[in-house]
T-cell receptor, first 112, second 116 residues
Framework: GQQVMQIPQYQHVQEGEDFTTYCNSSTTLSNIQWYKQRPGGHPVFLIQLVKSGEVKKQKRLTFQFGEAKKNSSLHITATQTTDVGTYFCAGYSGGGADGLTFGKGTHLIIQP | DTAVSQTPKYLVTQMGNDKSIKCEQNLGHDTMYWYKQDSKKFLKIMFSYNNKELIINETVPNRFSPKSPDKAHLNLHINSLELGDSAVYFC???????????????FGPGTRLTVT
């Protein structure tokens, strides 16, 4: 079945440094979503990418979808303590009956 | 108003017991899901319901059974609980999934199940 790999599993950064998490799918995706889960909280939808090569920005967050629609990345510029949490990518391959396949997440730890 | 709600928030029980977790969404969505998140935060889909029909049934033990009385509710019943069932269970909902398009999912606050 479809697999979605996400790296790194953990990332420690100093506040103000940049952060990037990468997502790779074993199959071509119809679309990919990104979620953020704060410690003790629940996953919250951030964005969905649909088009090949698509780039979207939300303030300090930049999301990219690869040309082959098999990989994606999330980049955070100048991290802040509020960015702490786990970032998940979730891929959808289409077909109607399938749900999202989540990556294992990247835990972002920020040292002040 | 809470979009997706779950009860209870915490559930502590002994091995062998049967328990249920309830989920309700007021977003008017047609698809609801149950996810299990283990201690390493790995999020795995267990079930989804689309217009009261089960459309995904991952390789979960048949001790787990989803029940959907209407499209706003998707409850999870677990029989003969085992230690390995300890986890956080999230309910989620989305617009109806169609071929080629998935929609953003809205998650409930989670139910932390501890089996002793």
């Amino acid at each position: 079945g479809q697999q979605v790999m996400q790296i790194p599993q953990y990332q420690h950064v100093q506040e103000g440094e940049d952060f990037t998490t990468y997502c790779n799918s074993s199959t071509t995706l119809s679309n990919i979503q990104w979620y953020k889960q704060r410690p003790g909280g629940h996953p919250v939808f951030l964005i969905q990418l649909v088009k090949s090569g698509e780039v979207k920005k939300q303030k300090r967050l930049t999301f990219q979808f690869g040309e082959a629609k098999k990989n994606s990345s999330l980049h955070i510029t100048a991290t802040q303590t509020t960015d702490v949490g786990t970032y998940f990518c979730a891929g959808y391959s289409g077909g109607g009956a399938d749900g999202l396949t989540f990556g294992k997440g990247t835990h972002l730890i920020i040292q002040p | 108003d809470t979009a997706v709600s779950q009860t209870p928030k915490y559930l502590v029980t002994q091995m062998g017991n049967d328990k249920s977790i309830k989920c309700e969404q007021n977003l008017g969505h047609d698809t609801m899901y149950w996810y299990k998140q283990d201690s390493k935060k790995f999020l795995k889909i267990m079930f989804s319901y689309n217009n009261k029909e089960l459309i995904i049934n991952e390789t979960v033990p048949n001790r787990f059974s989803p029940k959907s009385p209407d499209k706003a509710h998707l409850n999870l019943h677990i029989n003969s609980l085992e230690l390995g069932d300890s986890a956080v269970y999230f309910c989620a909902s989305s617009r109806i999934v169609t071929s080629g398009r998935a929609w953003e999912q809205y998650f409930g606050p989670g139910t932390r199940l501890t089996v002793t």
